[in-house]
C-alpha cells in the first residue's frame, strides 16, 4: 500500500506538513517495499484556489490509497474521497513517525474535513 505523507521536505525524517493542499511536497510511502519518493508541490504553496484539488490530484497520481496530514478542508476531502484515497490527521513528529503510527494503528482515517475551505 501507498501512503502520502504531506511533507516540509522530501525525507522521512522530514517535519509533517500541516497543511494538505499548500504542502510543499508528499512523501510517498510504499509499506510492501519500504521504499519512498518525494512528490514536490510548490506549484500549489501560492495558488490563488483550487490548491487542495490539484494536490489531491497529484496524491492520486502517485497511486497513493492514504493520505496523512495535518488538516484538510472540504473540497480537498471530496477530491481525495472521491479518488478513493482515505484521509488521516496527524499534526506533529516527522514523516517517519506518521508512518510508524499508521501503521501500528494508532491514527484512523477521517469522515469529513477537519478545516473550512481558504483556511
Keep these: 500500500m501507498k501512503i502520502a505523507i504531506s511533507s516540509s521536505g522530501p525525507g522521512l525524517e522530514s517535519a509533517l506538513d500541516?497543511?494538505?493542499g499548500r504542502a510543499a511536497g508528499f512523501v510517498v510511502y510504499d509499506t510492501d517495499s519500504g521504499v519512498n519518493?518525494?512528490?514536490?508541490?510548490?506549484?500549489?504553496?501560492?495558488?490563488?484556489?483550487?490548491?487542495?484539488?490539484?494536490s489531491a490530484q497529484n496524491v492520486a497520481?502517485?497511486?497513493?490509497?492514504?493520505?496523512?496530514?495535518?488538516?484538510?478542508g472540504p473540497k480537498?476531502?471530496?477530491a481525495l474521497?472521491?479518488?478513493?484515497?482515505?484521509?488521516?490527521?496527524?499534526?506533529?513528529?516527522?514523516?517517519?513517525?506518521a508512518v510508524q503510527a499508521?501503521?501500528?494503528?494508532?491514527?484512523?482515517?477521517?469522515?469529513?474535513?477537519?478545516?473550512?475551505?481558504?483556511w
Design 76 to 78: 480537498a476531502f471530496r
Design 102 to 118: 499508521f501503521n501500528e494503528g494508532s491514527i484512523k482515517p477521517v469522515d469529513g474535513p477537519d478545516k473550512d475551505g481558504h
Design 18 to 20: 500541516s497543511r494538505f
Design 37 to 54: 519518493e518525494y512528490v514536490d508541490n510548490t506549484q500549489n504553496l501560492n495558488a490563488a484556489q483550487g490548491a487542495g484539488i490539484q
Design 81 to 97: 474521497d472521491h479518488a478513493g484515497i482515505k484521509i488521516c490527521l496527524a499534526t506533529e513528529g516527522c514523516v517517519g513517525d
Design 61 to 72: 497520481d502517485t497511486g497513493a490509497q492514504v493520505v496523512i496530514t495535518g488538516h484538510v
